[in-house]
């Protein structure tokens, strides 16, 4: 007898931490992070996961899209569930590396205690947010990572103002007071950088924090096939930099050539429909607003340069063929 074909799935050579068949909106930023992460950060792991549509979407009782151990904690307590698993881990002798999860919701705003404690008290932690720039799992509402003029459900766009009034959190500054020996922003556009950073951090003993752009189509209202797209974008206009932060310095940026202008980014989204009014001069208020703020961060972090275009062709690779088998230690 003819031995059968292998699946497309059992010829790729990765570890999947995070399997398919959970059940994430089509076209998630946040299962694709989580995906990328989980392979990049190879099978040696435990995960703590806060509430929220990461841990809803992919542990509806009595199942489970997790291949290693994972554990569901409080919306508030993620990253001292984290710091508690990796006490135990060291005291029983063992290498395994403790991930803690969380939305922007959770790291941005209610676990923020937890999470300045856990790097405060050097927790051998890769803590990762997953940005999406809303309390997604639960009606879109706004969180301080919200961008300034985005419509949620709690900050709607109208007569009396347009979208959230207040900035987005600059949780990088925050973390990177804390003096942790690494911190970095990443986004799913760009799977290569994504997962090198994953892979430094697990190398690191010692607290490390990475925030993922992640973009939400039900929330941000934009097409489930438009997710990386978007997520370009929004690097390449400089609203959301992807930048290294090594002790409280800046080590590494993702250099812009050729910076877009942020109506390219927000006019792919419903959340900032009510800008592109005709007529209206707060929308152009607003956009000129924004245009500022990202051309704020990239004089902040020098994005300006004659590096590499912000484009990760090895990334599409990776997404294709799965990063490497064990990419730790
Ligand atoms: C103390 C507390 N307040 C509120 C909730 C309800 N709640 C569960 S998930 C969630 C939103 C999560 O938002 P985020 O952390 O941004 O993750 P996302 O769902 O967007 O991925 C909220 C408000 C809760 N579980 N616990
Ligand atoms: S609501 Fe947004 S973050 Fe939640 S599963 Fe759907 S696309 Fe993903």
Same mark, same amino acid.
Do not use: E, M, N, T
């Given at each position: 007898m003819t031995k059968p074909e292998l699946t497309l799935r059992e010829k790729q050579p990765r570890f999947r931490g995070l399997e398919s068949?959970?059940?994430?909106?089509?076209?998630?930023g946040e299962a694709l992070a989580a995906r990328l992460v989980m392979e990049a950060a190879g099978p040696d792991v435990m995960v703590a996961n806060a509430t929220g549509c990461l841990e809803v979407f992919t542990t509806p009782w009595p199942q489970s899209a997790w291949r290693v151990p994972w554990m569901h904690s409080l919306f508030e307590n993620g990253a001292a569930i984290a710091s508690g698993m990796e006490a135990a881990l060291k005291a029983k002798g063992k290498n395994t590396k403790v991930l803690a999860f969380g939305g922007d919701g959770a790291t941005?705003?209610?676990?923020l205690q937890a999470l300045s404690g856990m790097l405060e008290r050097h927790h051998n932690v890769l803590y990762v947010c997953y940005d999406n720039e809303a309390y997604m799992n639960t009606g879109i509402q706004r969180s301080s990572s919200t961008p300034h003029a985005a419509a949620t459900t709690t900050s709607p766009a109208g007569k009396e103002r347009m979208g959230k009034r207040h900035l987005k959190k600059d949780m990088l500054s925050i973390i990177a007071a804390h003096h942790i020996p690494f911190s970095a922003s990443a986004s799913v556009a760009y799977p290569a950088d994504l997962q090198r950073k994953v892979r430094y951090a697990m190398g690191i003993e010692g607290p490390t924090f990475l925030v993922v752009h992640s973009p939400c189509p039900l929330g941000w209202?934009? $097409?489930? =096939?438009?997710t990386i797209e978007v997520a370009r974008r929004a690097v390449e206009c400089g609203l959301f930099p992807l930048v290294e932060i090594e002790r409280g310095a800046i080590t590494n940026i993702m250099p812009i050539r050729a910076p877009r202008p942020v109506r390219d980014y927000l006019e792919l989204q419903g959340r900032f429909?009510?800008?592109?009014?005709?007529?209206?001069t707060r929308a152009i208020e607003e956009l000129d607003h924004l245009q500022a703020l990202a051309d704020h961060n990239i004089d902040t972090y020098g994005?300006?340069? $004659?590096? =590499?275009?912000?484009?990760d062709t090895a990334g599409i690779a990776m997404v294709g063929r799965g990063g490497p088998l064990v990419g730790r230690r």
């Open positions: 068949g959970h059940r994430a909106c089509q076209g998630c941005y705003d209610i676990g209202k934009h $097409d489930s =096939d438009a429909a009510h800008l592109f009014k005709k007529d209206d994005l300006r340069g $004659d590096g =590499d275009d912000p484009v």
